[in-house]
């Protein structure tokens, strides 16, 4: 691969052993991975990992077992759907929609390694980057960075960068990519494809049109449905924080928090729905105003991941309650709205403030679980 990336591409296969030997002594990394598999014997483990030589046979034995037994532990089921909407003779963008920092792309992997499909390369937003022991495992693990909290002359250059990169990836590697169609995940799960990600996809070639740049990347749209969102309350917390203190903000210790509960809470079902490649939808976009092209192109991304979510009852139970409706009561029976009242209360209580705006926070509940139906609805009605 051309040095010209080395800031921001995964490691090479050379740098995997030296990488390997750094994060072992890390006491971040150790307390991490103790944290995941606390009855670990350590001296196995760090044999295991100094046997490895490149970034393919790390994920093989190391990631793949690893993902699986989490998976195992926090979803009650985990699979891919419509995997025969993928030309596997190309490479493809997989823009989905984002339910968790660490597992989307994770649980994504796990789930084309078994296909027998080479795992993708993977975006992650440098601001995730918080010790230098996760930001050598995230390359070592086929992650590419995204530079956040730029100036605007700075982002334009990083930006090209990036966008170069990950044609790339595609189209001279070999490789495809995932990345997630915002920064940072919906609150209220109403998933939305930002434009600027779209723009910044398409910057590269230079000499070529939004919509002829976009093709060149076989974007598929990927529709990630998780039954339950373990950090539901934690972003419940976060919407009362900023109402009652507009100048709110996360901190580190926050992000740390919603990437550990994100990892290791209960997920119930979880669905992976490929859509359709998007090629022949852009080739329909007449509007010769190219500061629109965008949005269009946003809009037939979000239809796709929409049209694709898993229902699930507790779907269902969220819209009805939020909406003051009985539309969908034949969902689900009286006992599941029972449990699942009684989830959402066990959830809010987990929330660590000095007052709890309790109806308030109940409706952010709600709101969340009833987007996802509200936008099914909306691409498939």
């Not at 500061?291 to 796709?304: C, G, S, V």
Request: glycine residues 4%; hydrophobic residues 35%; negative net charge.
């Amino acid at each position: 691969m051309s040095n010209k990336f080395d800031d921001i591409a995964p490691l090479y296969d050379y740098e995997v052993e030296q990488a390997i030997k750094d994060i072992l002594v890390d006491p971040g990394f150790q307390h991490a991975v103790r944290y995941i598999i606390p009855d670990i014997d350590w001296d196995e483990f760090s044999a295991e990992m100094l046997r490895y030589k490149t970034k393919e046979q790390f994920q093989a034995e190391m990631i793949y077992p690893v993902v699986t037994m989490l998976g195992k532990k926090v979803a009650t089921s985990i699979r891919g759907d419509k995997w025969d909407t993928i030309d596997t003779s190309v490479q493809h963008l997989f823009l989905s929609n984002h339910r968790d920092i660490v597992l989307d792309a994770g649980l994504l992997n796990i789930l084309r390694h078994t296909e027998g499909l080479k795992t993708t390369e993977i975006a992650i937003g440098d601001n995730l980057l918080i010790h230098p022991w996760i930001d050598k495992l995230v390359r070592l693990n086929k992650s590419f960075i995204v530079r956040r909290g730029l100036s605007i002359k700075e982002r334009l250059i990083a930006s090209k960068h990036l966008s170069e990169y990950i044609h790339y990836t595609i189209a001279s590697k070999g490789e495809s990519v995932w990345i997630a169609q915002r920064e940072g995940r919906a609150k209220n799960a109403d998933d939305r494809t930002q434009d600027s990600l779209l723009k910044m996809l398409a910057l590269y070639p230079e000499d070529k049109p939004f919509l002829e740049s976009l093709k060149e990347l076989n974007l598929i749209p990927l529709s990630i449905s998780y039954e339950y969102d373990p950090c539901d309350y934690l972003k419940a917390k976060e919407f009362q924080q900023k109402r009652d203190n507009p100048d709110f903000k996360k901190t580190q210790r926050d992000d740390l928090l919603n990437m550990e509960i994100g990892i290791l809470g209960q997920k119930g079902n979880v669905i992976f729905r490929f859509g359709k490649c998007i090629n022949d939808e852009l080739d329909k976009i007449t509007e010769p105003d190219k500061r629109l092209q965008p949005e269009l192109a946003a809009h037939i991304i979000d239809k796709e991941i929409h049209s694709n979510y898993e229902i699930f009852p507790c779907n269902y139970m969220a819209y009805d309650m939020f909406y003051k409706v009985d539309k969908f009561k034949d969902k689900y029976t009286a006992e599941q709205l029972n449990d699942y009242k009684a989830y959402l209360n066990k959830q809010i209580k987990k929330i660590d403030l000095d007052y709890i705006d309790y109806d308030f926070v109940w409706d952010k509940m709600l709101e969340m679980y009833s987007n996802t139906l509200k936008n099914y609805l909306e691409a498939t009605q």
